[in-house]
């Protein structure tokens, strides 16, 4: 047998994997996990999506230390919960609690992680605020509106390629600012 033969060999000998649903694929069902159990990472998931608590701070140590951007996580945050609460008070039986989605899949490692890249994401201030409130309503729209039951990947991706033009929206309206303040 060639290499691909022995290396399955060795992985089909040394372990054991269990496949069960997300949280969010189970939502879709109707069967929330309990925020408790969200927060300290009590469910199944994919790596980096579980355990919201250990998400939060390691996101608190890198806008710490300076590496992740404070503008890019609140605008995220802030429009994805502002916006999952408008829509969850209008239509309860499409889309879930704020909290809930806050603390369930990938949103919070998508935040902390990848959308604060800073090659990336915007170069502004302004642009940055942008990228995280553009990021935050795709999150919502992809995935309560959509197949997809995740959403904050290809939202981050869309953000990605709006980057260059909202750091030029974002200069354009601070040198229209200059030029009314002159």
């Keep these: ?18 496949t069960e649903a997300t949280p969010l694929m189970e939502a879709g069902r ?5 925020l408790s159990e969200l927060l ?6 994919s790596v980096a999506e579980t ?32 916006l999952n609460a408008l829509l969850h008070g209008l239509q309860p039986e499409i889309f879930g609690p704020p909290g809930w989605h806050l603390l369930a899949g990938g949103l919070l490692f998508g935040t902390f992680f990848m959308a604060t890249d800073p090659v990336t994401s915007p170069m502004t201030n302004n642009g940055k605020w942008m990228f995280g409130i553009l990021i935050g309503i ?16 290809f939202a981050i991706l869309l953000g990605n390629i709006a980057a260059p033009l909202l750091d030029e929206i974002a ?12």
């Design 1 to 18: 047998s060639g290499w691909s033969g022995r290396l399955g060999q060795y992985v089909s000998r040394t372990s054991d994997a269990v």
């Design 30 to 34: 109707g069967v929330f996990a309990g």
């Design 40 to 45: 300290i990472g009590n469910v199944s998931g």
């Design 51 to 82: 355990s919201a608590l250990a998400l939060i701070a390691g996101g608190i140590f890198l806008m710490a230390i300076g590496v992740a951007n404070w503008r890019v996580v609140v605008g995220l945050l802030g429009s994805f919960l502002a």
């Design 138 to 153: 795709c999150t919502v729209l992809i995935r309560n509106l959509t197949g997809f039951v995740e959403g904050v990947m």
């Design 171 to 182: 200069l354009k309206l601070h040198v229209r600012e200059l030029n009314n303040e002159g």
